[in-house]
């Protein structure tokens, strides 16, 4: 601790934050980071540059890691990985691109603890090397729990796989010399866990270092739109699947544009143009669009159940149509349909009519609105962002 500075949250603390090169884990750090130096602290990150600078933006200070080496393989791990789905894609997760990250983050982690001298680091919990790096110097550190899948066991129901994925990280530990591993997804000082227990029914068997405080939004919203284009008249639902193989997608999109087709309602797909090529008149295709502006427009969310927009949409009181995938979407779709917020369709084998009438259902039925808003509700009262840093600054 650096001279006059007082434990419990003390200004001039500094908090490095190391992070995966991926959107959804990296987006809520910003806003805790954001308000962290709102307060007088010092934030930096640690990550893979092309994938990390842009979303924190220009001012941010940011060191590298990992290296150009590890960029094949970011591209083989997307590449490979979008094709799996089930057990084979959490085993792909752990071997293909999970312990791989570790190691090569490792060497940039050291140099950013090195140069920084962090009082706290927050590890995203795809980030092993952070919390070896931090345990290694007796630094205090906490997880960044983006998800709340995890704290779901998503492969509790293969307890094979989910003890070799505990052997995965052992073995990680025991290859930098720790002879006391532990399950480094987890911090022992504390869980950020950026959900609140409206969806997370694990949330009431959790220790007390874990800390429910609801998604951190504030990230920019950049991007043009023809805001003309809404007529205000019609209900307005957004369908938005984030980043999967290009095969799929596109035909997931085709089965959604013939499942609005002649309704009475306005959609705006989040895709290239070639995904749909020929548009019904009350289809708009964006390539790009500024979501966070875009939700206080909108009815409804069709989503393949990513944890940032199906927070982003909950906190805005809107129902959703979730079609999962693959990684945490399955969890999070349960866990939407558990609150009682939405309705969650198969995306490889879903049809036209399915599509339609989960569409018209979350639109009509007042109750999919009502447990949107409850869950909204409890977003308001977990705090966010500020939460976050609340909990953070006790660790200094």
Same mark, same amino acid.
């Given at each position: 601790m ?5 434990g419990?949250?003390?200004?001039g603390?500094?908090?490095l934050?190391a992070?995966p090169?991926l959107?959804?884990?990296v987006?809520p750090t ?6 962290l130096a709102r307060r ?5 990150w640690?990550g893979h *540059?092309p994938?990390?600078? *842009? ?7 940011l %060191?590298?890691a990992?290296?150009e !080496?590890?960029t094949?393989?970011? !591209? ?13 894609a959490f085993r792909f997760?752990? !071997?293909?691109? @999970?312990?791989?990250?570790g190691?090569v983050m490792m060497p940039g ?6 140069d ?10 795809q980030v092993l090397a ?11 550190w ?5 998800t709340s899948? !995890?704290l779901?066991?998503?492969m509790a ?5 989910e003890?070799?994925a ?7 530990q025991r290859a930098?010399?720790d002879?006391?591993p532990?399950?480094?997804?987890f911090?022992?000082y504390?869980?950020l ?6 969806l ?6 959790? *220790?007390d270092h %874990? ?5 951190a939004l504030g990230?920019?919203?950049s991007g043009t739109f023809p805001?003309?284009?809404l007529?205000?008249?019609?209900p307005? @639902?957004?369908?938005?699947?984030g980043?999967v193989s290009?095969?799929?997608r596109?035909?997931?999109?085709g089965?959604a544009?013939?499942?609005v087709?002649?309704?009475?309602v306005?959609a705006v797909?989040?895709a290239?143009?070639?995904a749909?090529?020929d548009?019904p008149p009350n289809?708009l295709?964006r390539?790009h669009?500024?979501q966070l502006a875009?939700?206080p427009?909108l009815s409804a ?9 199906v927070?982003e ?8 149509v979730?079609?999962?995938i ?5 969890v999070?779709a349960?866990?939407v349909?558990r609150?009682g917020?939405?309705i969650?369709v198969?995306f490889?084998r ?5 599509l339609?009438?989960? @569409?018209?259902t ?5 109750s %999919?609105?009502?447990?949107?808003c ?11 962002a500020r939460?976050a840093?609340?909990r953070?600054e006790?660790l200094t």
């Amino acid at each position: 601790m650096i001279p006059g500075l007082q434990g419990g949250g003390s200004r001039g603390s500094r908090f490095l934050f190391a992070v995966p090169p991926l959107a959804g884990h990296v987006n809520p750090t910003v806003a805790v980071g954001a308000e962290l130096a709102r307060r007088g602290h010092e934030v930096a990150w640690v990550g893979h *540059p092309p994938d990390v600078r *842009p979303l924190l933006g220009n001012g941010a200070r940011l %060191y590298p890691a990992p290296g150009e !080496e590890f960029t094949p393989l970011l !591209e083989a791990a997307r590449r490979e990985g979008r094709a799996l789905h089930g057990p084979a894609a959490f085993r792909f997760l752990w !071997e293909g691109f @999970i312990v791989p990250l570790g190691h090569v983050m490792m060497p940039g982690v050291e140099a950013a603890v090195e140069d920084f001298r962090p009082h706290v680091v927050i590890a995203d919990q795809q980030v092993l090397a952070a919390p070896v790096v931090a345990r290694r110097r007796g630094l205090p550190w906490a997880t960044s729990a983006t998800t709340s899948a !995890e704290l779901a066991r998503p492969m509790a129901a293969f307890p094979r796989i989910e003890r070799w994925a505990g052997d995965l990280i052992e073995d990680f530990q025991r290859a930098y010399g720790d002879p006391d591993p532990m399950d480094l997804r987890f911090s022992d000082y504390l869980v950020l866990v950026f959900s609140t227990p409206a969806l997370v029914d694990e949330a009431e068997g959790c *220790p007390d270092h %874990y800390a429910f405080v609801g998604p951190a939004l504030g990230r920019p919203s950049s991007g043009t739109f023809p805001w003309r284009w809404l007529d205000g008249e019609r209900p307005a @639902i957004l369908v938005s699947l984030g980043t999967v193989s290009a095969d799929p997608r596109e035909r997931f999109f085709g089965v959604a544009a013939e499942a609005v087709a002649g309704l009475d309602v306005q959609a705006v797909f989040v895709a290239p143009p070639e995904a749909v090529p020929d548009p019904p008149p009350n289809v708009l295709v964006r390539r790009h669009v500024p979501q966070l502006a875009l939700l206080p427009r909108l009815s409804a969310v069709v989503s393949h159940g990513g944890h940032n927009t199906v927070c982003e949409t909950l906190a805005h009181g809107l129902p959703l149509v979730v079609a999962p995938i693959r990684d945490d979407q399955p969890v999070n779709a349960h866990q939407v349909a558990r609150a009682g917020a939405g309705i969650v369709v198969p995306f490889f084998r879903v049809r036209p009519p399915r599509l339609r009438e989960a @569409i018209t259902t979350v639109l009509t039925e007042d109750s %999919y609105r009502h447990a949107a808003c409850a869950v909204q509700a409890s977003f308001r009262t977990a705090g966010g962002a500020r939460a976050a840093a609340d909990r953070l600054e006790k660790l200094t």
